[in-house]
């Protein structure tokens, strides 16, 4: 270590050689500052990738009176998007939920759920005061549109045509945009096409690994071939009018968000990595013929086979319609409903495996596989014969039900697994069609709180009822901090770095009683050891029965007999107040911010926050909960996100020294004079920059965000080819 001669006080001094020393700061090293130092920024710009949402809800027409529903916020699909959050009301109610999402998304898909179980789900723009009524019929199509492409024919397009008649070769690196009519062939050697007008008679040459062809909103496409070959040849379709002519065989990927049909035979090749996506709505009147991989997360209706071949993966988590044969040579998962006007043959050494609630519901079945149920129920439904034969299997929780009685079954399956009785699956907007007779809503309510067991989280619980999530039910948030404060770092962030997942609790009377804070280290760029914690900015100390899950060793946090910080008029949970007991360190000080050193695990806590008595849940909405880093065991320095307040326990004389701009009277707190942060959220599991490397030579796209004040680039955190310097980040 090198002695300084110095002016700087020696508190500065102390941080430069034990902290995270920046660039700029280091007498070792060499160079200019680094450029997220000449970053100016609005000051009413405070870092966000986050929107707040306030989400109205009607509903009507309950089946007996007081019937409670259910409503989920999801953004997707409720088959494969992340439950975000829920929430119970009536006809007589209006139910206001107050939540978190990231700042890219633009639509959510809202849920509703009656006592039975059946659900009806509406697609709505994610503005920040939204509406889902429930009280108009729901479009049959609504669930068609998937996503919005977010492209236009003029925006980046290097050149465009409009009524263009001749052939076209686009070439990596262009951005060809058509407008109005065109017939003709396009080769595509590299580069990115997009259709905006009405060509016919088109074809289409993709056998290049980096081109793009997007057909956009509003445009009416007729295509008469279309050829990828190879795996990273990629189609997205957003058209409500995609026609292709006569049969297709597609090698790249391709994703359908609009309405596609297919006026022939279409087959999905097999290159190892395309997958063919269908969000949409997709009618092929041919056979489809899978060799690869695809997904339907809406409806396809298949006039004449559906054919899983060979070493195939079929996954269905919406509604599958096949007018002829329904036939798997490999594995098939079904997470929704699939109904096979003919024949469904399941061959000796393939499999269907349907998902908790899934059904197949066929005229006809031969079955010499396995047929297997994961969950608590599922169903296979024959009206017409039942051929169970040699190596026929059942396994898990499945039920045949065949109207007429088995017509053959040679197998050694149970009879346990051939019943029309006792299960019950409701119609939902995934499946028209439902199984059994619901059973009576208001005597299947175990715990007697008024939400019967299929919309109750804890149906054998009064006092609670559901859950809520930030992000979301399986997702992570990312903290990540700089520790030098009121000093500047090096700006990557990744100080101290927290993946968090909040879990809120609430009863049958939408009240909240018990907030759970998942808490996971996942790096450590720096020599002090730091603390972690979060305070309820609306909650007092006092509305508090209790706190779990936290890990103290160090003897400087002292705590109230509800285990929330003693001295605090705020509730203030000190999650951590050192890291390293949670830690493994493979090896040097820095935990996961070097590429080269091998990776550090972590022990997660979950902090569980027990209420005095049930709270409004604006009182611990997300905007409220402010985390925040304890530097290196001084309780009196914190570092907050920008614009948060500090605790009570904080010196704020330390305000509007060094680089510090806070101005307390005015709200403005954790902010340098060109107004950059010591903190940031983001609402994914951030991969952060390693170690010494700025966020904005990891990030591509943070200044543009930045400088714009968060209303373009608003995706720049995502893994989306262009967004970041893969060098500059940990993984």
Request: with cysteine.
């Amino acid at each position: 270590m090198k002695l300084l001669k110095t002016n700087l006080p020696l508190f500065v001094i102390i941080l430069l050689v034990y902290g995270c020393i920046p660039k700029h700061l280091d007498p070792t090293r060499n160079g200019s500052e680094i450029p997220i130092k000449d970053l100016k920024v609005s000051e009413n710009f405070e870092f966000k990738s986050t929107r707040d949402i306030k989400l109205s809800v009607k509903v009507a027409n309950p089946n007996f009176p007081g019937e409670r529903f259910r409503i989920n916020v999801y953004n997707d699909l409720p088959t494969v998007g992340q439950l975000l959050v829920s929430g119970l009301t009536a006809a007589d109610q209006s139910l206001t939920l107050e939540f978190r999402i990231p700042a890219p998304l633009k639509e959510l898909h809202i849920e509703k759920i009656n006592a039975n179980g059946a659900s009806e789900v509406k697609k709505i723009k994610a503005d920040d005061y939204a509406s889902a009524d429930f009280k108009t019929a729901t479009p049959i199509l609504a669930l068609r549109k998937q996503a919005n492409s977010g492209l236009d024919c003029v925006t980046g397009v290097t050149k465009s045509y409009t009524n263009h008649k001749n052939n076209l070769t686009i070439n990596g690196g262009e951005i060809i945009s058509l407008k109005g009519t065109y017939s003709g062939t396009i080769t595509m050697k590299g580069g990115e096409l997009r259709i905006c007008g009405n060509p016919t008679d088109l074809k289409i040459n993709m056998n290049n690994n980096d081109c793009k062809v997007y057909f956009l909103e509003g445009s009416v496409v007729g295509i008469d071939d279309i050829t990828g070959n190879t795996p990273s040849a990629k189609v997205y379709n957003y058209s409500e009018a995609l026609t292709l002519e006569d049969k297709i065989s597609m090698g790249g990927s391709f994703e359908n968000h609009g309405k596609m049909v297919v006026n022939g035979d279409f087959t999905v090749s097999n290159n190892n990595t395309n997958t063919f996506v269908n969000n949409g709505e997709l009618h092929v009147k041919g056979t489809f013929s899978n060799n690869r991989h695809f997904v339907n997360n809406n409806v396809m209706t298949v006039d004449d086979k559906y054919q899983a071949n060979g070493s195939s993966l079929n996954e269905n988590n919406c509604k599958l319609y096949v007018k002829d044969e329904f036939k798997t040579n490999n594995n098939f998962i079904n997470r929704g409903y699939i109904q096979v006007s003919n024949d469904t043959d399941i061959s000796g050494s393939s499999s269907l495996t349907l998902m908790d609630g899934a059904m197949l519901s066929t005229k006809n079945i031969s079955l010499n596989g396995t047929i297997s149920g994961s969950g608590s129920k599922s169903i296979v439904k024959v009206s017409g014969q039942s051929k169970l034969t040699g190596s026929a299997n059942m396994t898990g929780s499945i039920t045949l039900c065949d109207e007429n009685g088995l017509d053959q079954n040679s197998s050694k399956i149970s009879s346990a697994f051939f019943s029309c009785g006792g299960t019950y699956l409701a119609k939902t907007s995934c499946n028209p069609e439902g199984f059994g007779t619901a059973p009576d809503p208001t005597t299947t309510d175990n715990d007697k709180d008024g939400i019967s067991n299929v919309m109750d989280d804890y149906p054998n619980d009064p006092t609670r009822a559901y859950n809520s999530y930030y992000p979301s039910a399986s997702g992570w948030a990312t903290y990540g901090f700089e520790d030098l404060w009121p000093g500047t770092g090096d700006y990557d962030f990744n100080d101290l770095v927290i993946n968090s997942r909040v879990t809120r609790v609430f009863n049958a009377d939408n009240k909240l009683v018990e907030l759970k804070n998942q808490i996971v280290i996942k790096a450590i760029g720096a020599a002090f050891e730091n603390g972690f914690g979060f305070q309820l900015d609306g909650v007092n100390s006092n509305e508090v029965a209790s706190v779990t899950g936290y890990s103290h060793t160090k003897g400087y946090v002292q705590l109230a007999a509800n285990k929330t910080e003693a001295g605090q008029p705020k509730a203030v949970i000190v999650a951590f107040d050192s890291p390293e007991p949670l830690i493994k360190r493979t090896s040097g000080s820095m935990f996961n911010t070097v590429k080269e050193n091998p990776v550090g695990t972590t022990n997660a806590l979950e902090v569980v926050v027990k209420f005095a008595t049930p709270l409004d849940a604006a009182k611990a909405s997300q905007e409220k909960i402010n985390p925040f880093i304890i530097v290196n065991g001084k309780r009196e320095v914190e570092v907050h996100l920008a614009n948060y307040a500090p605790t009570a326990k904080a010196n704020v004389s330390l305000f509007g020294t060094l680089k510090d701009d806070s101005k307390p009277a005015s709200s403005r707190y954790y902010r340098t004079s060109s107004n950059l942060p010591w903190a940031i959220e983001i609402p994914v599991e951030f991969n952060y920059p390693i170690e010494t490397a700025p966020i904005t030579d990891a990030y591509l796209y943070f200044s543009d965000w930045a400088k714009s004040g968060g209303s373009q680039r608003t995706d720049w955190y995502e893994d989306k080819p262009g967004n970041k310097n893969q060098a500059k980040t940990f993984h």
